[in-house]
C-alpha cells in the first residue's frame, strides 16, 4: 500500500517546487527522494538522535519533544517553501502544491489532512512548535498514509 501512502501537510509540500519545478504531478519515486533530500539537508542542522528521525517518518510525534525535533520539522517546512512570516503553514501555498505536484490518487487525502489541522498553529506561539504540532495533527489524521522525511 506504500503507492497509497499520502504526502499530507507539510511533507505534501517537501521540497517540490525547488527539486522539481514543472507543471507535472510527481511520482512516489520522485517524493520519496524529495523527502530524503530534504533529510540530508535538516538533519545536520540539529543534535537528533537517527531514532528520534525515523519516529518522525514513522509517524511517531512525542507531545514532549524537545526544540530540536520540533525545529527539525520547520527546516523542512522552510525547504518546501510553505511557512508564512509567522512562521505558520501556509495554506494557500500547500494547496497550490498539492493541486500541481501530487498524484490525482493522492491530492484529496492531502486536501483533507491539510483543511483538518488548518488552525493548529494558532495554539502556539513558537513557530517550531507551530510547524511540528500541524504536521503532527496530519500525522494523527491518518497515520496509515502519512509520510514525512
Do not use: W
Amino acid at each position: 500500500m506504500k503507492d497509497l501512502r499520502i504526502v499530507t501537510l507539510v511533507v505534501a509540500v517537501l521540497l517540490m517546487e525547488t527539486l522539481y519545478p514543472s507543471d507535472a504531478a510527481m511520482t512516489m519515486k520522485q517524493i520519496n527522494e524529495s523527502m530524503e533530500t530534504m533529510r540530508r539537508a535538516c538533519a545536520p542542522k540539529f543534535d537528533l538522535p537517527e531514532a528520534s528521525l525515523n519516529d518522525l517518518k514513522a509517524g511517531n510525534f512525542r507531545p514532549d519533544a524537545g526544540k530540536e525535533l520540533k525545529c527539525y520539522a520547520k527546516c523542512i517546512a522552510q525547504m518546501a517553501g510553505t511557512l508564512t512570516k509567522k512562521g505558520e503553514i501556509s495554506f494557500s501555498k500547500t494547496t497550490a502544491q498539492i493541486e500541481a505536484l501530487l498524484p490525482a490518487e493522492l491530492k484529496a487525502g492531502a486536501k483533507e489532512a491539510l483543511k483538518a489541522c488548518k488552525d493548529v498553529h494558532s495554539g502556539y506561539k513558537d513557530s517550531c512548535d507551530k510547524v511540528y504540532f500541524s504536521v503532527k495533527c496530519a500525522a494523527d489524521f491518518n497515520p496509515d498514509i502519512f509520510i514525512f522525511p
